[in-house]
């Protein structure tokens, strides 16, 4: 796969390399791909504070972490992600959703309980499910609703084997799993949010097909290399090395391998891709609109999905910091090419490079709300202040302090710069050093020199209004670049250009939503997720009828496709080159899918 860098050239043409900043534990792949691209390593001990372009954690941030976020800077985590990711929030969101839109469109969740609080109905559903089916067992798996990597997870058929001493969710186990050659396996998806808000949804056109080592076999539901399909668990199996039938050697294909398999066996995946889809962007309205705005944030989520032997969908669970390790030539070539374009999502500009200037413009120019007044004013004096100046350091320092002089690129950097010397007092100006002391408290930041504090305030005055007129958790940072291109807009209302929308395609990451203008206007201001379910249904509805009903309604089908062509102009994921959703409308599928709506 190649990528076109526009981040390495940063260096050469003038801008300062980007920065990354990597929290301890982050997988080597990470600093890897960015290295390759041109980027730079922060280091604390070198740099000034704040002076980095992206800070990428496996853990959440902590909120002064976005209150104090500066606009050339990027999150890998929106706040509040542990409402998708934790089994058992996932499992009551589903279950509320489900609850309120019907099972149709919901109903792709295996049924959940979480114990010990869900311990009564359990009982009742497990006792149910045993007289309907004559006596024999249903399946279930219980998980620690905290844990990840398959650590802690059993299956059962007999509830006296059912045993926990932390939170678990008991989910009814899909025992007729698709198998390929006896082999069980689930999918990895790859998915990037962008936005909450808007909603702007993001799937990468490769996987990662997960696959049990040993062959499935309900009889020995103990066995977990046949039952469950964690590489950190199959790795260690008596079979990762063995080459196995039709599956190989290991235990992991690509997604585009496992799509070549389904063509040979004749499988239609068109539906099954846009399933999947749905699947996902289902899953995110769940919590969507209770995720506080965020815009400099993106996250890369794991979607895991077991296809069952009537090929129908299903979501096991969601990971928000899904494993980057490279355990074989798949991963090496998935997780690389799903970081350099999840890279080329967080759409970096020549401007990010200039981040010392860029802080003093942000003091004139931003309406964020960075939270307190003292937390605005250490990241501000993070900037001004030089710690102890030396090499790769000195030289960004020299840079700061000729900015006064220097003709910027950038002309609203340019004004910033001339707004700060008439900010500053006098003997700031000129100063190396100034001392923080406007609260009359000796901060870490401080040096010896004369006081600036109180100039510096009022020039926060401005700012301040804005926040208070910001709610609580929002967080917008002004767009500091005007975008180089134009991106690609959906083509169906002339009326609505005025308003940016999202790229179709970024490297392999597909936009699937939101996916027509409905969608699109029902994401924009505050999220209506009625509308959004109900054009959901629609598509859906519509790619159903032209499945069952494609002879019979040849020339009907046409018509539909028509004027679904005229309305948008999506693109379907899933295969490698795909096509517009309205051309996949037309297309022959013989793979049928029922739902009904209850919006
Ligand atoms: P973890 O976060 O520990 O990986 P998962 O929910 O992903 O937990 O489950 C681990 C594995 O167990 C999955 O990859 C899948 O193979 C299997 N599994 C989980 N839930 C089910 C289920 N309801 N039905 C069938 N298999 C399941």
């Not at 359990?122 to 620690?144: D, M, Q, S």
């Not at 004013?377 to 790769?392: D, E, N, Q, Y």
Request: charged content about 25%.
């Amino acid at each position: 796969m190649s990528h076109t860098w526009g981040d390495s050239s940063m260096a050469t043409n003038g801008s300062a390399p980007l920065v990354f900043r990597l929290h301890e534990n982050t997988p080597e792949v990470v600093r890897e791909v960015l290295l390759e691209r041109g980027w730079e390593e922060y280091d604390p001990h070198e740099q000034v504070e704040g002076d980095w372009n992206l800070y990428w954690r496996t853990s959440a941030f902590r909120n002064f972490e976005y209150e104090n976020i500066l606009p050339w800077q990027r999150l890998n985590h929106h706040p509040k992600m542990t409402r998708i990711a934790r089994k058992d929030y996932l499992a009551r969101n589903l279950r509320r959703m489900r609850g309120t839109y019907g099972a149709a469109l919901y109903g792709f969740s295996p049924t959940a309980f979480i114990l010990p609080n869900d311990y009564i109905k359990f009982l009742e559903v497990y006792t149910k499910t045993r007289v309907e089916n004559a006596g024999k067992p249903g399946y279930w798996i219980c998980k620690p609703v905290d844990l990840s990597r398959g650590r802690g997870i059993f299956i059962f058929d007999d509830i006296k084997h059912l045993a926990y001493n932390s939170h678990v969710i008991v989910q009814k186990y899909i025992s007729n799993p698709l198998l390929i050659s006896g082999y069980k396996f689930d999918l990895r998806i790859y998915v990037c949010v962008k936005s909450f808000c808007p909603l702007t949804i993001y799937m990468h056109q490769e996987g990662l097909v997960r696959f049990a080592t040993e062959k499935y076999n309900l009889a020995s539901l103990d066995n977990l290399f046949s039952h469950l399909t964690n590489t950190s668990i199959n790795k260690f199996g008596p079979f990762y090395t063995t080459d196995k039938e039709r599956v190989g050697q290991g235990c992991k294909w690509t997604l585009s391998k496992f799509r070549s398999f389904l063509h040979s066996q004749g499988i239609n995946e068109l539906l099954l891709w846009q399933k999947i889809n749905n699947i996902v962007t289902l899953t995110l309205l769940t919590m969507a609109s209770s995720i506080p705005s965020s815009p400099n944030c993106l996250e890369l989520f794991g979607f895991d999905i077991l296809i069952d032997s009537n090929l129908k969908p299903w979501l096991l669970e969601v990971n928000y910091s899904p494993a980057l390790s490279l355990d074989c030539p798949a991963d090496i070539v998935v997780k690389k090419g799903v970081i350099n374009d999840l890279i080329d999502l967080m759409n970096y500009r020549k401007v990010d490079g200039l981040r010392q200037r860029g802080c003093l413009r942000r003091r004139h120019k931003r309406t964020c709300c960075l939270g307190s007044p003292s937390s605005q004013r250490k990241s501000l004096a993070a900037f001004l202040i030089p710690k102890s100046v030396s090499g790769k350091k000195r030289q960004r320092q020299s840079s700061l302090n000729s900015l006064h002089a220097e003709n910027l690129v950038c002309p609203s950097v340019e004004r910033s710069v001339n707004s700060l010397g008439s900010t500053l007092h006098p003997a700031c100006q000129n100063s190396k050093t100034i001392i923080v002391s406007g609260n009359k408290k000796k901060s870490p930041l401080q040096v010896e020199g004369p006081t600036c504090w109180s100039e510096l305030e009022e020039s926060f005055e401005d700012h301040r209004d804005i926040i208070r007129r910001c709610s609580s958790h929002a967080c917008r940072l002004p767009a500091i670049h005007a975008p180089k291109y134009k991106p690609p807009r959906f083509s169906w209302d002339q009326g609505t250009h005025e308003m940016t929308t999202p790229s179709l395609r970024v490297g392999d990451f597909i936009l699937t939503f939101p996916f027509n203008e409905a969608t699109w206007k029902a994401s924009q201001d505050t999220l209506d997720v009625k509308t959004v379910l109900h054009e959901v249904h629609q598509l859906m509805s519509q790619l159903t009828f032209s499945c069952v009903h494609k002879e019979k309604r040849r020339k009907e089908n046409n018509d539909s496709s028509a004027a679904i062509k005229n309305k948008f102009a999506s693109l379907l994921w899933g295969p490698r080159n795909p096509p517009l959703l309205s051309e996949y409308c037309s297309s022959k599928s013989s793979c049928p899918l029922e739902m009904s709506y209850k919006g």
